[in-house]
Structures are given as structure tokens and as C-alpha cells.
């Protein structure tokens, strides 16, 4: 499976970005999704997950970011609003082996190819 990413780029604080990841005839519906982002000098941590029916947020970004998917399109989305510079890392999103999520980046098998994000005044 290639997954492949889009979106993210500079933004200032407060501003909002969209990042999407896309994997063609994949039906998503039957994988949990995973959002990570690693900033510089830190471990990869898991912002949003997406399976079975639940949703995951880090504290850190509830009430700011949104996870979502199309199964139509084949694509799902983070929703990023009121950025922070904080925020400032690269982001993958990735796909686990089966329906239910894990805060784990090991629990995923299949990883886009990240997307910077920047958020600075």
C-alpha cells in the first residue's frame, strides 16, 4: 500500500492548515488511521486515531484538530485550527494492521511520507 500525503506547510499562530493522506482503492473504512508528528529532538507521538468507531485525541490538540475521513475518495484528513507554535513538527499519518487503533507508531504498517508543518510568526 503507498499512502500518499498532502497539505501542511507554514502557517501563523492561530491559523489553521489541512493535511490529507490518500492510499488508492484502499478501503479505509476497515483500518484504523493514525495522525503522529515528531518535532525535532522529540519522540513520535500519536495526535489523532481514528478505529472501530472512536476517536483519539492528544490533549494537546483537542478542540483544535479534527480527524476525518472520505471512503469515497479514499482519503482521510486532520483539521488543524488555531495552530501554536508548538504544533511545529513533521506529520505522518499511517495505517494499522486491523481495525482497532493504538497510540503506538509500531502498531502501524503502512506510513505516508510525512509533512512539514511550521507554524511561526
Known amino acids: 500500500v503507498q499512502i500518499v500525503q498532502s497539505g501542511g506547510g507554514l502557517a501563523q499562530p492561530g491559523g489553521s492548515l489541512n493535511l490529507s493522506c490518500t492510499a488508492s482503492?484502499?478501503?479505509?473504512?476497515?483500518?484504523?488511521i493514525g495522525w503522529f508528528r515528531q518535532a525535532p529532538g522529540k519522540e513520535r507521538e500519536a495526535i489523532s486515531c481514528n478505529g472501530n468507531g472512536e476517536t483519539f485525541y492528544a490533549d494537546s490538540v483537542t478542540g483544535r484538530f479534527t480527524f476525518s475521513r472520505d471512503s469515497a475518495k479514499y482519503t482521510v484528513y486532520l483539521e488543524m485550527n488555531d495552530l501554536r507554535p508548538e504544533d511545529t513538527a513533521l506529520y505522518s499519518c499511517?495505517?494499522?494492521?486491523?481495525?482497532?487503533?493504538?497510540?503506538?507508531?509500531?502498531?502501524?504498517?503502512?506510513w505516508g511520507q510525512g509533512t512539514q508543518v511550521t507554524v511561526t510568526s
Open positions: 499511517a495505517k494499522s494492521q486491523g481495525p482497532l487503533f493504538s497510540l503506538a507508531p509500531h502498531s502501524y504498517g503502512a
Open positions: 482503492g484502499l478501503n479505509w473504512n476497515v483500518y484504523a
